[in-house]
Nanobody, 123 residues
Framework: VQLVESGGGLVQAGGSLRLSCEASGRPFSNGVMAWFRQASGKEREFVAAIQWSGSQPRYADSVKGRFSISKDSDKSTWYLQMNSLIPEDTAVYYC?????????????????WGQGTHVTVSS
C-alpha cells in the first residue's frame, strides 16, 4: 500500500488542521490505519489509529479530546482532525498501515509508511 499525507502547515496555538492520508496500490483485505508523529530530537510516537472500516478508533492520551481520526466512506482516504493545537504538537506526522484488525499503537506493527507532513504550531 502506498500512502501519501497532506494538510500539514503552520498554525497558531489554539487553531486547527486536518491531515489527510490517501492510500493506493494493493489493498489489504482488512487493515488498520494509524498516525504517528516525530518531533525534532525525539522518537516517533503513536498519535491515533483506526480500523480500515472506520471502527475502533484509538488515541494517545496526549491528544484525546483534541484529535479525531476518521475515514472517508467513499475513498481510500483517512483524516486526522487536530483541534486546540499546542506548540508541543509540532512534529512531522506520518500515516502508516498494517494488515489485520488489531488497532496497535506500536510502530513496529505497521508495514507501510508515508513520507510525512510537517505541522508547526506557534505560540
Amino acid at each position: 500500500v502506498q500512502l501519501v499525507e497532506s494538510g500539514g502547515g503552520l498554525v497558531q496555538a489554539g487553531g486547527s488542521l486536518r491531515l489527510s492520508c490517501e492510500a493506493s496500490g494493493r489493498p489489504f483485505s482488512n487493515g488498520v490505519m494509524a498516525w504517528f508523529r516525530q518531533a525534532s530530537g525525539k522518537e516517533r510516537e503513536f498519535v491515533a489509529a483506526i480500523q480500515w472500516s472506520g471502527s475502533q478508533p484509538r488515541y494517545a492520551d496526549s491528544v484525546k479530546g483534541r484529535f479525531s481520526i476518521s475515514k472517508d466512506s467513499d475513498k481510500s482516504t483517512w483524516y486526522l482532525q487536530m483541534n486546540s493545537l499546542i506548540p508541543e504538537d509540532t512534529a512531522v506526522y506520518y500515516c502508516a498501515a498494517r494488515e489485520g484488525e488489531y488497532v496497535s499503537s506500536l510502530e513496529n506493527r505497521y508495514s507501510d509508511w508515508g513520507q510525512g507532513t510537517h505541522v508547526t504550531v506557534s505560540s
